[in-house]
T-cell receptor, first 116, second 114 residues
Framework: EPEVTQTPSHQVTQMGQEVILRCVPI?????FYWYRQILGQKVEFLVS????????KSEIFDDQFSVERPDGSNFTLKIRSTKLEDSAMYFC??????????????FGNGTRLTVT | AQSVSQHNHHVILSEAASLELGCNYS??????LFWYVQYPGQHLQLLLK??????LVKGIKGFEAEFIKSKFSFNLRKPSVQWSDTAEYFC????????????FGGGTRLMVKP
C-alpha cells in the first residue's frame, strides 16, 4: 500500500534556528496537510494545501510557518525561527480529494521536532 | 467551530474483553466522522469512517462504530480485543462546512494485557 513518508524522523534544533520538515505524499494525491501533536496534547491542524497554494490554515500557522511544494513529489513545512513551544510531533498527510469528503487522510509516521 | 472529546484517556483490558471507546463531537451541521489508530512507533491509520447512510460502520480488524446523531456520539467498539490492539485511538470530525480540516479528540491509549 502506498505510504506518506516523512524525513527526518527526529530533528533537534536550537531556538531561533530554521527547520525544514520534509514529506513525500502519496503520488496520486492532490491535497496535502500538516498537523502537529505537542506531547500529551491533541493532534492539531496546521495547514492544508492544494493546487500550489494554502487552502486553509489554523491560528497556529503564523508568519513563522510556511509550506512549499518545491517539485512534483515533496511537500515541506518550514519554521523560520523555532521557539521552545514548537517542540512537537509533526504529521504530514495527503488525500486524493478534499479531506473530510469521501477521501480519508493518509498520514506519515511523523517528525519529532525538539527545540532546545 | 467543531470539537471532539474522548472521555477515556487510558483503558486497560485483558485479551478477549469487549471494548467501547467514547467519542462525542460538537458541530452544528452535517459531519463526517473518523477513527484513527496509532500503533506504537507507527503512523496514524484509518480504522473506519462515517459519511452517510447506515450509522453502524464496520472497519478493519473487527472494529465498528455507531453514529448516534441525537447524542452527537461516535463510539468505537470491538467485541473481543487482542494484545495486538494495544495502541492509541483517535476520534476525528470534519464538519461539512469546515473545509478540509479534521479536528481530533485527545486520544485514548488502550493497553491489552495478554
Amino acid at each position: 500500500e502506498p505510504e506518506v513518508t516523512q524525513t527526518p524522523s527526529h530533528q533537534v534544533t536550537q531556538m531561533g534556528q530554521e527547520v525544514i520538515l520534509r514529506c513525500v505524499p502519496i503520488s496520486n494525491h492532490l491535497y496535502f496537510y500538516w498537523y502537529r501533536q505537542i506531547l500529551g496534547q491533541k493532534v492539531e491542524f496546521l495547514v492544508s494545501f492544494y493546487n500550489n497554494e494554502i487552502s486553509e490554515k489554523s491560528e497556529i500557522f503564523d508568519d513563522q510557518f510556511s509550506v512549499e511544494r518545491p517539485d512534483g513529489s515533496n511537500f515541506t513545512l518550514k519554521i523560520r525561527s523555532t521557539k521552545l513551544e514548537d517542540s512537537a510531533m509533526y504529521f504530514c498527510a495527503s488525500s486524493e480529494r478534499p479531506g473530510g469528503s469521501n477521501s480519508p487522510l493518509h498520514f506519515g509516521n511523523g517528525t519529532r521536532l525538539t527545540v532546545t | 467551530a467543531q470539537s471532539v472529546s474522548q472521555h477515556n484517556h487510558h483503558v486497560i483490558l485483558s485479551e478477549a474483553a469487549s471494548l467501547e471507546l467514547g467519542c462525542n463531537y460538537s458541530y452544528g451541521g452535517t459531519v463526517n466522522l473518523f477513527w484513527y489508530v496509532q500503533y506504537p512507533g507507527q503512523h496514524l491509520q484509518l480504522l473506519l469512517k462515517y459519511f452517510s447512510g447506515d450509522p453502524l460502520v464496520k472497519g478493519i480488524k473487527g472494529f465498528e462504530a455507531e453514529f448516534i446523531k441525537s447524542k452527537f456520539s461516535f463510539n468505537l467498539r470491538k467485541p473481543s480485543v487482542q494484545w495486538s490492539d494495544t495502541a492509541e485511538y483517535f476520534c476525528a470530525v470534519n464538519g461539512n462546512n469546515a473545509g478540509n480540516m479534521l479536528t481530533f479528540g485527545g486520544g485514548t491509549r488502550l493497553m491489552v494485557k495478554p
